[in-house]
């Protein structure tokens, strides 16, 4: 877990710290920390972007160099979302939706699905 997930007694839990930095795996990408024992979590009262608050059905986390922070788009067959964080493996015109959590969200999203899971995205402004 790179930033907040939640519990399974639903509160949400975020990474604290840690030391010795990630580790990347092949594609560049971090995938673990490499000092697994030094890793300490805590709640939080809910997730918290790069950008804003993030919440699900209305979050997504993008590039910016992409779509601007904050940046509102319209995304085919799910409805608007802001772009509310980022993440190292969101690059180009990969775009995360925050559904929230659990089996329903899988469901969801992948429910009427139009071409796997690539969807049009329509920049709006902020």
């Known amino acids: ?23 990347r795996n092949a594609r560049g990408n971090r995938d673990h ?8 979590f805590a709640y939080a009262d809910g ?9 699900a059905n209305h979050s997504i986390a993008v590039d910016p160099h992409v779509i601007p922070k904050k940046g509102k788009v319209h995304i085919e067959s799910v ?9 190292s493996a969101i690059q180009n015109y990969h775009i995360d939706n925050f559904l929230g959590a659990g089996k ?23």
């Open 79 to 87: 409805g608007e979302r802001w772009a509310d964080d980022r993440g």
């Open 47 to 55: 997730v918290i972007g790069s950008f804003n608050p993030v919440s």
């Open 1 to 23: 877990m790179q930033g907040t997930g939640k519990g399974t007694d639903g509160r949400y839990i975020r990474l604290q710290s840690f030391e010795g930095g990630w580790h």
């Open 33 to 40: 920390v490499n000092t697994q024992s030094s890793v300490t």
């Open 104 to 126: 329903a969200v899988v469901t969801a999203w992948t429910k009427g699905e139009v071409n796997g899971t690539q969807r049009r995205v329509k920049y709006l402004g902020e």
